[in-house]
């Protein structure tokens, strides 16, 4: 990397079954095991987890009722794409805006890419 360029590593990872903590701990674990230190806060990293997968995001931006993150939702959002179109920058104003009822993994993952935004990155 260059003195003058912003650069920064963003992972999207499912969380599945661990979730969005368990998948950053994975990763935690990871650096340790190939004796890497620990991600530093001042880093241009973030890690983003849906959980179980990004469609599980996709319904809650989109409205789609009670969206639970202990069961994937992947099949409901398909039937949702049979009957209705989708409009992506309708998605990215909600996730810019979040919600009261906004799901833990998106905070999480919103407050990542705050992070790098404070940095400069």
Same mark, same amino acid.
């Given at each position: 990397? *260059?003195p @003058?360029?912003?650069?920064? +590593?963003v992972?999207?990872v499912d969380?599945?079954r661990d979730?969005?903590?368990g @998948?950053?701990?994975?990763?935690? =674990? ?6 890497? @230190?620990?991600r530093? =806060?001042s880093?241009p990293i973030? !890690?983003?987890?849906p959980?179980w997968? !990004?469609e /599980?995001w996709l319904?809650? +931006?989109l %409205?789609e009722? /009670? !969206?639970?993150e /202990?069961?994937?939702?992947k099949? *409901?959002? &398909? #039937?949702?794409l *049979?009957t209705?179109r989708?409009d992506?920058?309708d998605?990215? #104003?909600?996730?810019s805006? %979040?919600?009261?009822? &906004? +799901?833990?993994s998106?905070s999480?993952? @919103?407050?990542e890419?705050?992070r790098l935004? #404070?940095?400069g /990155?």
């Amino acid at each position: 990397m *260059r003195p @003058r360029e912003n650069v920064a +590593l963003v992972m999207v990872v499912d969380g599945d079954r661990d979730g969005w903590k368990g @998948r950053v701990a994975s990763a935690s =674990a990871a650096l340790s095991e190939a004796e890497e @230190r620990e991600r530093q =806060a001042s880093e241009p990293i973030c !890690i983003c987890v849906p959980t179980w997968h !990004i469609e /599980t995001w996709l319904l809650w +931006l989109l %409205g789609e009722g /009670t !969206i639970d993150e /202990t069961e994937p939702l992947k099949e *409901r959002y &398909e #039937r949702y794409l *049979r009957t209705h179109r989708v409009d992506v920058s309708d998605l990215a #104003r909600k996730f810019s805006s %979040g919600g009261d009822d &906004e +799901l833990p993994s998106m905070s999480h993952a @919103r407050a990542e890419l705050a992070r790098l935004g #404070r940095q400069g /990155t």
